[in-house]
């Protein structure tokens, strides 16, 4: 009987909602996390084409008690997982001077905290399968820094480091944990973006969330004697 696992946060747009498609297509259980139920069902329409069982969860990943609550309708559910995908961000301009540190605690929990909370909770089902966990981060992660989005870098940065200690702390007992950086893709942040910096947004010339999702189920599909760790894709036509 296969019943493998996944489970995508962020999973209600963008690259997260692409993953969770290119999911269904492979996995017989996929659960889709992520705050408006909504755009989860959508989804999940969409998913079910190909894949039946697919599961919807309205988590706001910034608040504790949701993340343990996710961790226990899955544990009494399933009772293991294989593949675990953090897909979940968000974004915020502001320089050091100015931007509010109640913005930086908003992104910090949501593309930090709640990430590291969920993997906490949920690693002792990963290990029942040697299962895999992949940290969707971004291009700005492996930067010295980039003016006016500080706090943005810095989430990203902290979640490379702690996918890397993670790795090192489980990797010899056959967890596989892959790091992922997109740089400027076709996604509603993306466009969210380019409007805060005065652009003009043009998806067309970005890399597109499909890309991204299948460059990772490959990742994933890697024979057991391999891994991937690090994954870098970017648009082949460079803005100025």
């Known amino acids: 009987m296969d019943d493998r696992v996944v489970i995508i946060t962020g999973a209600g747009s963008g690259i997260g909602k692409a993953i969770a498609i290119e999911c269904s297509k492979h996995y017989p259980i996929v659960c889709l996390i992520g705050r408006s139920l909504d755009k989860l069902e959508l989804v999940a329409e969409s998913a079910r084409k190909f894949c039946s069982k697919v599961y919807c969860y309205s988590v706001d990943l910034t608040f504790c008690a949701d993340i343990k609550n996710i961790f226990i309708k899955i544990n009494n559910q399933w009772g293991h997982v ?15 001077e100015y931007a509010p540190v109640d913005e930086f605690d908003r992104q910090f929990f949501t593309n930090v905290r709640g990430p590291y909370y969920l993997t906490q909770l949920l ?15 971004s291009s700005v992660g492996l930067t010295d820094g980039i003016a006016n989005i500080s706090q943005y870098v810095a989430t990203k940065q902290a979640l ?43 998806p067309k010339i970005f890399s597109q969330p499909e890309d991204i999702a299948k460059i990772v189920l490959n990742a994933l599909f890697v024979s057991r004697s391999s891994e991937v760790t690090d994954i870098v894709i970017r648009p082949m036509k460079k803005g100025k």
């Open 82 to 96: 294989d593949v675990l995908v953090h897909s979940a961000g968000i974004f915020s301009r502001g320089n050091v």
């Open 123 to 137: 690693l002792p089902l990963i290990r029942k399968k040697k299962g895999q966990i992949v940290f969707i981060n």
């Open 160 to 202: 490379k480091a702690i996918a890397d200690s993670l790795r090192a702390e489980v990797n010899a007992d056959g967890l596989r944990i892959i790091s992922v950086y997109p740089g400027r893709t076709a996604t509603p942040m993306q466009q969210a973006i380019c409007q805060a910096e005065g652009k003009q947004y043009q």
